[in-house]
């Protein structure tokens, strides 16, 4: 029998918090701890958690702020099952998630997985927009979402499980704050482990609520991910430096325009645009969603194309260490 322990990072978070334990207390299979690490949180969880003491097997622990990698980790010590599970605090799972997992993993070998990542019907059009821009195959190429797109997985920490023994030999979660969860699963491949992708264990994740916190994340993404080529140089991929390459040619663009007084290359990202909306509208079914997913799209290819394109510079360029350059990346 294949035991689970979800085990969730909290900062602050408490109407999410009341809507993840919610949808875990429905799931069909109720046989899983949930352990609850608040990191530090400035407003009291536990009345929100008592709501759910007599429906859920849940352990609560407080401990100092020190970021959601090294508060997993403290999560992990204290799990009395087989596998970890490890959920953002702003996800909703479907009522037979447990029940998936447990039946996924005991017809797949692996050492580690994930799931889906999708909007919920229940979201606002912002976060539904911003859920297509981090989903579709005009961005992230369906990565997150499509298990066609999926050749060597890596499972993200919103959704993610880990063998317990796995999880213990490569030291859990490394320093960094951003990134961790990459680096983790390449890490892990690293040490001879296998990584899955199940299709029926997606979670609705809600993300940020507005465009400027968006832009924030995801430029943080950017600048991770040449430290992380750097940890792990094997698993580099030329699709990486894409959104770098589209925020310059865009620029090019601009210069192309004005000094030649031609726009062959704003042409080719009109089209971009036109695939997009249409793309999007396809999917959703709704015009102010395919308008917003348009913004949330281009945001989102600037601001992690410009952070990759910074944290490149800092490190190849005028040789600093990830530590000097981003110190807000790791943990203290």
């Known amino acids: 029998m294949n035991t689970v322990s979800i085990i969730i990072?909290?900062?602050?978070?408490?109407?999410?918090?009341?809507?993840?334990?919610?949808?875990?207390s429905h799931q069909t299979d109720k046989d899983f701890e949930v352990i609850i690490v608040d990191d530090g949180s400035s407003i009291d969880l536990r009345p929100t958690l008592a709501m759910f003491q007599e429906m859920l097997n849940i352990q609560f622990f407080r401990k100092d702020n020190s970021g959601p990698g090294l508060s997993r980790n403290f999560g992990a010590r204290r799990a009395k099952s087989e596998w970890l599970v490890f959920v953002?605090?702003?996800?909703?799972?479907?009522?037979?998630?447990?029940?998936?997992?447990?039946?996924?993993?005991?017809?797949?070998?692996?050492?580690?997985?994930?799931?889906?990542?999708k909007a919920h019907k229940g979201f606002n059009l912002m976060q539904k927009a911003i859920s297509y821009s981090m989903t579709s195959?005009?961005?992230?190429?369906?990565?997150?979402?499509?298990?066609?797109?999926?050749?060597?997985?890596?499972?993200?920490?919103?959704?993610?499980?880990?063998?317990?023994?796995?999880?213990?030999?490569?030291?859990?979660?490394?320093?960094?704050?951003i990134g961790e969860d990459p680096?983790?699963?390449?890490?892990?491949?690293?040490?001879?482990?296998?990584?899955?992708?199940?299709?029926?264990?997606?979670?609705?994740?809600?993300?940020?609520?507005?465009?400027?916190?968006?832009?924030?994340?995801?430029?943080?993404?950017?600048?991770?991910?040449?430290?992380?080529?750097?940890r792990h140089p094997k698993y580099v991929k030329i699709s990486f430096a894409f959104p770098s390459l589209f925020l310059i040619g865009y620029i090019l663009g601009f210069i192309e325009y004005f000094l030649v007084g031609k726009g062959l290359?704003?042409?080719?990202?009109?089209?971009?645009?036109?695939?997009?909306?249409?793309?999007?509208?396809?999917?959703?079914?709704?015009?102010?969603?395919?308008?917003?997913?348009?913004?949330?799209?281009?945001?989102?290819?600037?601001?992690?194309?410009?952070?990759?394109?910074?944290?490149?510079?800092?490190?190849?360029?005028?040789?600093?260490k990830p530590e000097e350059a981003f110190p807000r990346h790791f943990h203290r």
């Not at 799972?93 to 017809?107: A, L, M, P, R, S």
């Open 88 to 117: 953002d605090s702003d996800v909703i799972v479907e009522t037979d998630y447990i029940e998936n997992i447990k039946k996924n993993i005991t017809e797949n070998s692996c050492d580690a997985f994930g799931g889906a990542d």
């Open 183 to 230: 680096d983790l699963s390449m890490t892990l491949w690293e040490n001879g482990f296998k990584t899955a992708f199940f299709d029926n264990i997606g979670v609705y994740h809600k993300r940020r609520v507005d465009f400027g916190k968006f832009s924030k994340q995801v430029y943080q993404f950017g600048c991770a991910r040449p430290i992380l080529n750097q």
């Open 137 to 177: 195959v005009f961005t992230t190429g369906g990565i997150r979402g499509n298990k066609k797109a999926v050749t060597r997985f890596q499972p993200r920490s919103f959704n993610m499980g880990v063998k317990k023994s796995a999880f213990e030999k490569v030291g859990g979660f490394s320093e960094m704050r």
């Open 265 to 320: 290359i704003l042409a080719m990202y009109g089209l971009y645009t036109f695939l997009v909306f249409f793309h999007a509208l396809y999917q959703t079914r709704n015009i102010s969603i395919a308008g917003m997913a348009v913004i949330s799209t281009y945001i989102q290819m600037f601001s992690y194309g410009y952070g990759f394109l910074k944290s490149w510079f800092l490190l190849h360029i005028l040789r600093m």
């Open 9 to 24: 990072a909290i900062f602050n978070r408490r109407d999410e918090l009341f809507e993840l334990l919610n949808s875990l």
